[in-house]
Every structure is written in structure tokens, then in C-alpha cells.
């Protein structure tokens, strides 16, 4: 023992000999840019005090399968698209720079790689249950009719009960699993417009609970019209809707909220007068609403200028009805279809405009001056099997195919063929990715278009989710609370205690 000791001291000695030579770092790494730039990180970081007031608003941030290859390649294509850009790499994310970051373990009570059902109930209510689960516990079964017994109360529903105004809003189906368990308990995902004949009148359908049962919600924007009216009326853009109970639920909304408005449209979103209004339902499609790459801005308001107005009613709620605050979940919910579909680009375009929506965030509470009273958390449901892979050189096209260190050549896997940075371990791949065991050549593909589905080694009809931790960002009041690997389910207790939302009144309450 004392041997080792003496060693240590002596290589101790040695350091501090040589240290003591340097009178100062050299120039060279001084004078490095990067060098600069990462040292003011830290001095800034040093002096950001994080308040540790509550958090009269609260905004949660989800993107629906924004794992952390999909934020790093995101942040890389939007950095190239940048004429400025130094390649694309070093660019960030508008939520990559918020204080405080964790790692959040995603998988559900039975399910190793969760679902989006599993995993918000987990984020909203600070319990963790199974898939295809919406806002109930785990001592459930999925396809359970009965479920009033096991309802986990949502954050929104505490939110209500502090006097805050609340709001939703989604890309995807406002009566999908995401959106869905901030106000909904339903055994199974999918009963978005009816229940089986098995749980009639025991159970309502997402749709109808969502209207005739949750928390009286201020802003409920997305698509799944089709969910709200029934199945023999043909709705604005010519579908039908999905209701075999005959009930419209956009009349009985209306109904309800005399002076709210309804909107389906950017005509009608537009049109919305943030001083007047405190309630709004916008079904801007019969189902998902359009990729951020396909949508027409005449037609469909984009993730970003929702959640402006969003924050506007909810503001003007907060000051005509004289409500606390506000809470409110934002989602990007087709990051995940696109990932589904093998389709990075689209999946890319998407968790840019969910950038560009946290920016607009920012800049809307900045401007009503709230921006320092509302803790923003940025984070996803879960993960896909999305890689970026190879040593493609700095600035490569990130959708394109891999080119090496000092060559304008693609590089060459071992069947002698090119291929792409981007890919997933599962999907439907490019046609036949794997045609009768043989790699399909890219050579003649332009990867970078649009409709290009990234090549996958499994081939499944619908690329599967991934099981590894996805990243949490926080910044405002007692966003230190978010920091380590964390279970997903701490998000609501961080919320919770940030916001005083008296979850823990309620414990053993009916
Ligand atoms: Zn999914």
C-alpha cells in the first residue's frame, strides 16, 4: 500500500514539474475557435442563475419519436440549409441550448420499447403504465372497459384546478395517444371515435370524452376532424366522418362555448382574434395533419404559428377570465410517421419546424414579457431505429451518401456498392433494400429527395420504435429539477413542483 502511494506522489510531482514550465496554453489552442466558443459556454453557464420561483406557466415540448440521432441529423440539414453554414454540424437546435438536460428512460410497465400512450401518461400524470394505455394505471389491462377506477390525474387536469388556462395542440390527431393522455383514460389507443360494443356505456371514446368529459381545455388545435362528426356527414374536405353514435362534436362544442371559435382552416386560423377570444377548437384536417414538406400554408396553419396563437388565446384567457397561468403541451407528432415510413427527410423537415415552434414560443412570451415565469421542458416520447453512420467527411449532405476524408467519391461498402449516412436498423427501406438477400445499389438515387426511404437491415412493413433514453431540455423556473437519467415519469413531478400544481394534495383522493 504504501508503495503505491509513493508511486502516485512521484507521477503527481511530475504533472505539477511540468505544469509549472507552461507559462501560459499555447496560442494555438487559445486562438482556436473552438476553443473560444466552448469557454464561453461555461462562463455563461456559470453565471445563469436558473429562478427558483414558480412556474405560472408551464409548456411541454413533444416530439413524437425525436430521438437523439433524429435531433443531431435535424440539427445538421437545417445548419446547411444556413448560407452561412460551416458545414451544417456545428449548428444547434433552438432547445439544444436551454440550462439544464437530462436523459429520460422511456420504456413502458411491460414493454421494453415503449409506446407513445405509455410514455405521455408516464410524462403527464408522473406514472408509468402500459402500452396502448391512455391516462390509466397500470393495475389495468389494455382493452379493459372499465377504467373510472384506475383514472391517473393529468398535470392539464391539476393545471384546471390551479385556475390556469390549458391548451393542446398537435400535428397529428388531436384524439391520438400523444395529445390524448394530457386529458383522456381509456384502456386502448385506437378507440379515438368509438369503444367496442363489449364497453359501450362504459367507457366513452377519446373524441367524446374530450368534448363531453375532460378538463374544460382553452385551445385544442390538430387534425381528426373525422373523429368529431359522424360517419353520414361529409366533412369540409370531403371525407366522412368516423362517429357511429350520430353525435357532432364540433356542434356540441359549439354549443358549449357560445363565444369560442371553431376553425378549420388558416382562413378561419387566421381570422382569430387572440384579443377576444379565450376558447378555440381547430380540426385542421380529417386525420393527421400534412408533413411540414407537403403543407400548404393556404390550407393548414404550421406547428410553429399554432403554437403563437396558442399562447395568445391562452394569455388573453389568463387576463378576460382572470385565470393563473397556463399550461400548455405542444406536439410534433409526425416526426414519428415519417420515421415509420423509412423516410428521413420528412422526419428531418418535421423536427425543424418543432424547433422553429419552441423559437416562437419564446419569442411570444418574450413579447408579452411572461418568458421568464413559464418553465419550458423540450423532450420526446421515445426514440426510432434511426442511425447516422459511416465517416462521411464535415459538411457532407447529411441525406446524402457517404463521402469520405479527402475524396469526392462515394465510399464503398464490402459488397462494392455506396451508401447512406442515414439509415435504420428496421422498415420498409427503398423498394427492395435487400432483394433476394442482395443490397440495392444507390448508386443512381438521389437520396436527398423527398420521398427517398433510407435503406434498413430487418425489413418490416413500418419501421419500430427504438428503446435507448431520449433527451430532456429544460429552461425557466426550477428547470434545474431536470438534470440525470431519469425515469420519464419524473417530467410530471418536475412540473409539478415547478409549477405548485398540488398533485400531491390528491394522493389517496378520489
Ligand atoms: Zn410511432
Redesign the pocket.
Known sequence: MKRMVTASAAAISVILASASHAAALPEYQTNSAWYSQAATVVSDRATTSTASTTAKNVIVFVG??MGISTQTAARILEGQSKVDNQGGEENYLSFETFPHTALAKTYNTDQQTP??AGTMTAMMSGAKTKAGMIGVSDNINRGDCEVSHERLLTALELATLQNKATGVVSTARITHATPAATYAHISDRNWEASVPEECEGKVSDIAYQLIHQAADINVIMGGGRRNFIPDSVEGPEGSNGRRTDGNNLIEDWQSFNSKGQYVWNSEGFNAIDTHTTSKVLGLFNSSHMEYEADRDDADEPSLSAMTEKAIEVLLNANSQQDQQGFFLVVESGRI??A??GGNAARSLQDTIEYSNAVTSAIETLTAAGELDDTLIIVTAD?S?VFTMAGYPKRGNPILGLVVGVGSDDPSLANDDKPYTTLGYANGPGVGASFDAGVRGDLSALNTSAIDYQQQALVPTSSET?AGEDVAVFAMGPQSYLIQGAIEQSVIFHAINQAASLGGNAYVGKE
Do not use: E, L, Q, T
Open positions: 413524437d419519436g409506446d407513445s414519428d410517421h420515421h415509420h421515445h426510432h420504435h
